[in-house]
């Protein structure tokens, strides 16, 4: 079992920087891979990022790439996303994920959720 807990939200202005965290529970965090999910008012949960048991592995939406990375420190049991160059299309509730077969951008393959973390761009 795997409890994941979102923070890093919050309001920032377009062209500004977050870091959002995925902080998990569980001995075994290392052996999951981790994705990153977005989900804007009235749209379909989107991918975002995701990256392999061992952080060597990193996949981005094309929409985020460039200006997001994803990077994990398995001995803190932690997964960041550190943000730049935010856009208010990049505004929604950010969730993490955890899946034990691989880092995909399919939300199905995800076992464990968090409950997300609001991010608001203005412009």
């Known amino acids: 079992q795997v409890q994941l807990v979102e923070s890093g939200g919050g309001w920032v202005q377009a062209g500004g920087s977050l870091t959002l965290s995925c902080a998990a529970s569980?001995?075994?965090?290392?052996?999951?891979?981790v994705g990153w999910f977005r989900q804007a008012p009235g749209k379909e949960r989107e991918f975002v990022a995701a990256?392999?048991?061992?952080?060597?592995?990193?996949n981005y939406a094309d929409s985020v790439k460039g200006r997001f990375t994803l990077s994990r420190d398995n001995g803190k049991n932690t997964v960041y996303l550190q943000m730049n160059s935010l856009k208010p299309e990049d505004a929604a509730v950010y969730y993490c994920a955890a899946s034990y077969t691989g880092w995909s951008s399919d939300p199905t393959e995800y076992d464990y959720w968090g409950q997300g973390t609001q991010v608001t761009v203005s412009s």
């Open positions: 990256i392999n048991w061992s952080g060597g592995g990193v």
């Open positions: 569980g001995r075994t965090f290392s052996s999951y891979a």
